[in-house]
């Protein structure tokens, strides 16, 4: 593609591709997203796939609830955890002031 080497100018930014783009564009293939570029040098249109701002923020926030979902059952088994040892140190204690 002329975009390695040379310098371009993006013609049309960054969007989504559409249903018929993604058959017959092979850019669409990697992110879904193409934008069309000119070339300086040979004065070329061609197409580049690249990545939308909407659709990471959209990945970022997916990340952050599920890791926020993952931290609350993981704090939720510690609270449990924590309140058996205790049930069975209490247990304990119990056990050996009843055997004095």
Same mark, same amino acid.
């Given at each position: 593609?002329?975009?390695?080497?040379?310098?371009?100018?993006?013609?049309?930014?960054?969007?989504?591709?559409?249903?018929?783009?993604?058959?017959?564009?092979?850019?669409?293939?990697?992110?879904? &997203?193409?934008?069309?570029?000119? @070339?300086?040098?040979?004065?070329?249109?061609?197409?580049?796939? #690249? !990545?939308?701002? $909407?659709?990471?923020?959209?990945?970022?926030?997916? &990340?952050?609830?599920?890791?926020? @979902?993952?931290?609350?059952?993981?704090?939720?088994?510690?609270? #449990? !955890?924590?309140? $058996?040892?205790?049930?069975?140190?209490?247990?304990?204690?119990?056990?050996?002031?009843?055997?004095?």
């Amino acid at each position: 593609p002329c975009w390695r080497v040379e310098d371009f100018v993006v013609a049309q930014e960054c969007a989504r591709c559409s249903s018929f783009q993604a058959k017959t564009i092979p850019e669409c293939n990697p992110t879904g &997203f193409i934008e069309k570029i000119n @070339c300086a040098t040979s004065k070329r249109d061609e197409f580049k796939s #690249c !990545r939308s701002a $909407v659709m990471e923020a959209h990945v970022f926030w997916r &990340f952050v609830g599920t890791m926020m @979902c993952v931290a609350a059952v993981f704090a939720v088994l510690v609270v #449990c !955890r924590q309140r $058996v040892l205790d049930r069975k140190a209490l247990e304990k204690v119990r056990k050996q002031i009843e055997s004095i």
